[in-house]
């Protein structure tokens, strides 16, 4: 996804318009349009205050190649997809199903496992053994390391 098509993505999840985030960071409507539109990319000063204005990394601004994956059910997520804080700021670490509005809706690993085990296809195993898959798996992920913790 190139630089253009995240600040979009963004911006549009955020129920911004160009005139939005163009005032936001004090530039024309038409700036906007030419980094959404791929004709130029913004300067690194204004990557630092988009990066801001959404709560995401600049790398995950830039081209970046790196896939991220929800540290809550691991699941790929893409800007469009991704949570938000109480604020309602974008929070790239999370997707919009296991955060929302700053609260997690699944708060412990039984509820989590239960919504894998019903709606993730696993025809070679039974539910059992699925559960244990999952298990391992979200033992591994930093939401259910931290909860594990406290």
């Known amino acids: 996804m190139s630089t253009g098509n995240i600040i979009k993505s963004l911006r549009e999840s955020s129920l911004m318009t160009q005139t939005d985030l163009a005032e936001r960071l004090h530039v024309t409507r038409q700036a906007v349009s030419r980094w959404e539109n791929d004709e130029t990319t913004p300067g690194s000063d204004l990557l630092l205050s988009i990066s801001a204005i959404f709560g995401v990394s600049v790398d995950m601004l830039l081209e970046s190649k790196q896939i991220r994956y ?81």
């Open 70 to 150: 929800c540290e809550c059910c691991g699941m790929p997520i893409e800007p469009s997809i991704m949570g938000k804080d109480k604020n309602g700021n974008i929070d790239p670490r999370y997707c919009k199903w296991c955060l929302e509005d700053g609260e997690f809706i699944y708060k412990d690993v039984d509820q989590m496992l239960d919504f894998l085990v019903q709606n993730v296809p696993h025809p070679e195993i039974d539910d059992k053994s699925a559960r244990q898959y999952f298990k391992a798996a979200l033992d591994k992920l930093p939401y259910w390391q931290t909860l594990s913790a406290d």
